[in-house]
Structure formats: C-alpha cells, structure tokens
C-alpha cells in the first residue's frame, strides 16, 4: 500500500511539487514517480492541481491524509513502508479489541503465518501490545489508530460511491461493509469480476427455507466466502436494537442449528449481544428489549415458513 517511494514522495510534499522535481529530487524515473502520485491519489493521500502547463502534487485534505503528515512528523524514523501495509493496515482494523493470532487470521481471510509475522513486527514498535496470547493496538498511539480508521472509511466511502449514490452504509471494518440499497447489485455492469460483493442477510433466507419480503437489498463486501453464520450476524447488524431483525436471525438460526454463532459474535464484536437471544432461546421468555415476547417470535416465525 504505502511503499517506500510513496512515503518518500509524501514526505517531500512541504509545498506544492511537479512529478518532474519530486523524480530529481528523488533520483527516480519520471514514470516511478508518475505511478506512485498516482496510487497515492486513487487512495486519498495527493491531489493534483493543474497551473497553465505544470500539474502540481501536494497533499490532500482527506482526514487520513493529513494524520499521515502528523505521523510523519511524530515518527520520522519509523519505517512507515513497512508498518503500513495492506495487510499491516487490514489486521490493525480489528485489534481494537484482544484477539488470538487464529482469530485475526479467520476475522480477515489472511494467511496465519501473514498474521504471526505482521503482527509481531507492529510489536516491535510498540503499535502492537500482547497480554494473555491476545494482541491489541496500543491505546499509546491515538494517531495511528486514528489513521487506520480513517483510511479505511475514505476507502469504503469511495467504492460505495462507485457502486450506487443511493448505498447506505450499515456497518464498517477494515476493508469489509455492510450496505443496503433499493435497487439490485449488477455483476457485470459494477465490475464485481473478484466476487468480493455477495448478497447476504435476510435476503439469502430463502435459501434455506424462509420467506422474508423486502425491496432492500443488502451486500457485504469481503474477500471472505460468507458462510451461514455471517448471514446471521448481518440481519442483526441491519439494526441491532430491532425486534423484528433479532426475530429473523433466530429464525434463520434455527434453520441452520450453528455451534458456531457466539464465535462469529465475538468477530463481529457482537458476543454479549448474541449471548442474549440464544438464552432467550433457550428459556422461551422475553430477556431485553431487543427480542420479542416469545408468544410473538413465534407466530412471526412460524409466517416466514
């Protein structure tokens, strides 16, 4: 993501600069140079400003653009191409909670070697802590975490745009999201070749036996294979204090009979709130203000057959 030429390009970005005076300055190919401002545009970090023949680069005033330049100066020696990373970046978004190494790897789709290693270098500089075999981001370096967060909203903010101007975001982490819009997602015509969109919440049920009328449709995008649990956990998010959502998803949960939910709670930083249904599950009587008084779960359940 941020390489060594793009940092180096960044850093010398004191005052609005022609790509051909970063590439002497630099000592790098005018082309080097042109593709990384590039990059670093398409991600939010630059604008280019264009002044009679001359385009001049200079940093943008995007949120995670300008805590990078506070990073910069906070940090001069630390070695930014390799702490941020796409996968440095993407494993940083879930730490804001304790986590093992296996439950990383499992929550981003990454590599668990990928994991180990990422991790253990962001402990290094002490943006990674450890306690119990669970690691988390240090609450030491506001900056940084701020910069992770931002950035991946600017990112989830600009493919959301790029899909439709009436998506509304649910929920967001990293590089996942969770979005609804009124009109169905077109494959072909939104360049979804990586399959990374895929339908999911109330509007798989049918799958499985359910019936769930509702012009909304709702997408999570991931490079992950959804599986069953994460459609359960997505009907929650849809609105996690509704009645009638948390009614859906345990109906759906019984069609499906998972060991697995409060794992997939606790990835989704949902684990109480998952604790809660199974128990009113488990004792048939109203436990919150979220559930249905039984009676009423069950007759809406028993219309979705």
Same mark, same amino acid.
Request: glycine share 2%; hydrophobic share 35%; charged share 25%.
């Given at each position: ?16 600069? $022609? ?5 002497? @300055? ?12 590039? &990059?670093?545009?398409? #991600? ?63 929550? $981003? ?28 981001? &240090? ?28 998506? @509304? ?31 999911? /919440? ?5 799958? %499985? ?5 509702? #012009?909304?449709? %709702? ?8 599986? /069953? ?5 997505? $009907? ?51 436990? &919150? ?17």
């Amino acid at each position: 993501m941020l390489n060594s030429t793009k940092i180096k390009i960044f850093k010398n970005l004191t005052r609005p600069t $022609t790509i051909s005076e970063l590439a002497t @300055v630099l000592e790098l190919d005018h082309s080097t140079i042109s593709k990384a401002v590039n &990059s670093l545009k398409n #991600d939010g970090f630059v604008v280019k400003q264009k002044e009679g023949k001359q385009v001049y680069v200079n940093h943008s005033d995007s949120l995670h653009s300008q805590l990078l330049v506070d990073i910069v100066i906070e940090f001069p020696r630390l070695p930014l191409s390799e702490i941020f990373t796409s996968s440095s970046l993407h494993i940083l978004s879930v730490l804001e909670n304790p986590r093992l190494i296996i439950d990383v790897a499992e929550i $981003t789709g990454l590599n668990r070697q990928t994991v180990s290693s990422t991790v253990h270098e962001l402990a290094k500089y002490g943006i990674v802590l450890k306690n119990k075999n669970k690691y988390f981001m &240090s609450e030491r370096h506001p900056l940084i975490k701020n910069f992770v967060n931002n950035y991946w909203k600017y990112m989830t903010n600009k493919k959301l745009k790029m899909i439709s101007d009436d998506t @509304v975001l649910i929920w967001q982490r990293g590089p996942e999201f969770l979005f609804k819009i009124d009109t169905e997602f077109d494959d072909k015509k939104k360049k979804n070749k990586k399959k990374t969109i895929h339908l999911t /919440a109330i509007n798989v049920f049918h799958k %499985y036996g359910l019936r769930v009328m509702s #012009d909304t449709r %709702y997408y999570f995008h991931s490079k992950r294979k959804l599986k /069953a649990e994460d459609y359960f956990i997505h $009907t929650i998010l849809i609105d996690p204090q509704s009645s009638i959502y948390n009614s859906y998803a345990l109906g759906f949960f019984a069609k499906i009979t998972s060991a697995e939910l409060l794992k997939f709670g606790k990835y989704y930083d949902l684990e109480d709130h998952v604790k809660t249904l199974l128990e009113y599950v488990d004792i048939k009587k109203k436990n &919150s203000n979220f559930v249905l008084p039984w009676n009423e779960y069950k007759d809406l359940i028993r219309d979705l057959q």
